[in-house]
Structure formats: structure tokens, C-alpha cells
């Protein structure tokens, strides 16, 4: 087996070097007749004689053969070795429901939600990472993977009531957190990034959730999205253009806000941490320095089978053919000259 077959393509200079040294044996016993007898040849010119030409010729040929075989890289033999790769099984729950469409600051809590993230992957390469929206349900959208272009191309696709956007339970979102733990097989370890505005429905049972995650080791980082003063829910036609914001049963408008208790109260259910969003680059720093605290583990473990290249063989056999082929003439006028 060869790693480079094209180079066996150097092969056709060969006959064509091989057709060259012959003609260029003939033009030159041509020419020595000239000028000198045919019986003097021997003492007075090297390579002269036909067999020791013919001889250096086909070592040098050879030689240059068996340098053809060497940049073809054959190989032979194989080698084993085992890899693992550690990092963190990394969720990103990302709150879609209708309240994520408030405005607090120029973009919608989505748009501040993707953004982190964004910020974030370009230094989680060595983890598993999926993402799992929720609002009244929940599903994995990305299973794990460790494509950092993937998880970019679909946190962009993600969009408000993708799920439908009435309610906002997360427990559905980490039950499905749960169920993947268990059955990927890669550890029983794994972390959890929350973005969410907090207005939960239900609230938070934070016995509920200790009981669920029983027997796991799960680090959570919560995100709050949004203000504590709150914004209203913003209604858009077609042409992207505001045209209501979302009522209660009385007509009134309703001010979406941000809250910090049941955030809280969510991060303390895992002894996590709470990092509130705001428009800032920071936010992702934030989250990154509690992330680094948290273990990584052994997730994969693969073993690499790898061809032994033999080039080298060839090369130390190439290299004395060719020093036998440079020795030959001269040591062939020598004995000559010594008769």
C-alpha cells in the first residue's frame, strides 16, 4: 500500500532517460574512434567498456527507481493508539417562548440569548455541546456534537414559538437534559446553560428538580435576559413592523420582566451560579470563568489505526545502488590500468 500512488506517474523518466543514455553511448564511441583506437579505450577512457557502462546505467536506474517507490510512501504494517478527549457535555436551554421577543435595549431577549452563545463558542471546542429550546415543551433541537459551525447555523435558525410560545416550563427542558444523560452512554456528567427572562410557569420546585437529578452531576450556570422594570411584548405583521404588544384578559398591556428570584432560585436547585445578560461582550467572559471552574471529563475515547510508512528502506537501497553506480567506472579503470 502506497499513501502517494500519483507519484508512480515519475516512472516514465525511466525509459526515457534509459533511451538517452543509449544514443548517447553510441554518439560517443562514434567519437572516441576519431581520435583513438579501439584497444586503447580501456587505459585511457572511462566507462568505455560496454558492460561496465551498461552496468553503471542500470544501478543508476534502479536507484532512481527505487527513489520513485520511496515518494510514493509505501507502507506497511499498521499502529495503534489510543485517544481520549476530554471536555464537558455542554447544554445550551435557550427560553423561546413569547416573552423572549421583548425589546430590553436594541434587541429582542432571543437575539441578547443567541448572541452570548456566540460569543462563547469559538473557546468550547474540545466540549459536546447541543441545544435544547423550550417554552410549553421541549426537544433537542442539536443533538451533541462537537461542530462548532453547526451549533452557530442553528442557534441563527432558532426563533420565537419554534415550540410554541405560550408557557415556559422548564422542567420539560430538563427532563430532556435528564433523559439524554442517561442514555448517550458518555458520562454522567454534564453542564447546563440556562438563558431565560425567569417568568417560569410553573414556578420553580426546587425539590422537584433535586429529586429528577438524583445520582447526576450537573453544573448550571442560569443567564437572565431582560430588565427587572420590564418591557411589553411587542406584536409584529408580516413586514416586521410593530402593530400591537400583547394583552391580558382585560385589555391591559403586559410589561414582561425579568425575574431575578426564580432565576436564583434555579441556580441554587444545582449550588449554581446566576450571570445576568446584559448588552456587553462581558457576559460572555462571565459565563466562561464559571465554566472553567467546572471538571472536565473524559468523553470519547477512540482508537486511531495508523499505516507505518517504509519510505526510508527504499532510500538506504536507493543510496547504495547509486554509490555502487558512481564506484563502478572508476574502479573498473583502475583494474585496467593495473592488467
Known amino acids: 500500500m502506497v499513501a502517494i500512488p500519483m507519484a508512480a506517474w515519475a516512472f516514465i523518466i525511466i525509459p526515457v532517460f534509459a533511451l538517452l543514455q543509449w544514443y548517447r553511448f553510441k554518439d560517443r564511441t562514434a567519437l572516441w574512434s576519431i581520435f583513438q583506437s579501439k584497444a586503447r579505450w580501456a587505459f585511457s577512457i572511462r566507462l568505455s567498456h560496454y558492460d561496465t557502462y551498461i552496468w553503471q546505467k542500470l544501478l543508476m536506474l534502479l536507484g532512481v527507481a527505487f527513489i520513485i517507490i520511496a515518494l510514493m510512501r509505501p507502507q506497511f504494517g499498521e499502529h495503534y493508539q489510543t485517544v481520549q478527549r476530554e471536555g464537558r457535555q455542554l447544554f445550551f ?3 423561546t417562548s413569547l416573552s423572549m421577543l421583548a425589546e430590553d435595549g436594541a434587541t429582542t ?6 448572541y452570548h452563545v456566540q460569543q462563547l463558542l469559538p473557546k468550547l471546542s474540545d466540549d459536546f455541546i447541543g441545544i435544547i429550546p423550550y417554552a410549553d415543551t421541549a426537544y433537542t433541537y442539536l443533538p451533541l456534537t462537537t ?16 415550540i410554541g410560545s405560550s408557557g415556559s416550563n422548564i422542567m420539560n427542558a430538563l427532563t430532556v437534559v435528564k433523559d439524554t444523560i442517561k442514555s448517550n452512554g458518555l458520562a454522567n456528567n454534564a453542564t447546563l446553560v440556562i438563558f431565560s427572562d425567569g417568568e417560569f410557569q410553573p414556578n420553580i420546585d426546587q425539590s422537584a428538580i433535586i429529586t429528577a437529578f438524583k445520582g447526576l452531576n450537573v453544573s448550571v450556570i442560569v443567564v437572565g435576559v431582560g430588565s427587572v422594570q420590564g418591557e411589553p411584548i411587542p406584536i409584529r405583521n408580516e413586514a416586521n413592523k410593530v402593530v400591537s404588544y400583547k394583552k391580558d384578559a382585560n385589555q391591559n398591556i403586559v410589561i414582561s420582566k425579568r425575574l431575578d428570584h426564580q432565576l436564583e432560585r434555579l441556580a441554587e436547585a444545582f449550588n449554581g451560579w446566576t450571570v445576568y445578560g446584559e448588552v456587553s461582550p462581558l457576559v460572555a467572559e462571565k459565563i466562561y470563568l464559571h465554566l472553567s471552574k ?3 471529563n473524559e468523553l470519547e475515547q477512540k482508537q486511531l489505526i495508523t499505516k507505518i510508512d517504509r519510505y526510508h528502506w527504499f532510500l538506504f537501497v536507493a543510496l547504495l545502488l547509486l554509490m555502487v553506480a558512481y564506484a563502478l567506472p572508476r574502479a573498473q579503470h583502475v583494474w585496467n590500468r593495473q592488467k
Open 93 to 95: 436551554i435557550m427560553d
Open 109 to 114: 431577549r432571543l437575539d441578547l440569548a443567541r
Open 147 to 162: 461542530d462548532i459551525g453547526a451549533v452557530d447555523l442553528f442557534l441563527e435558525d432558532m426563533f420565537v414559538g419554534m
Open 294 to 296: 467546572i471538571e472536565t
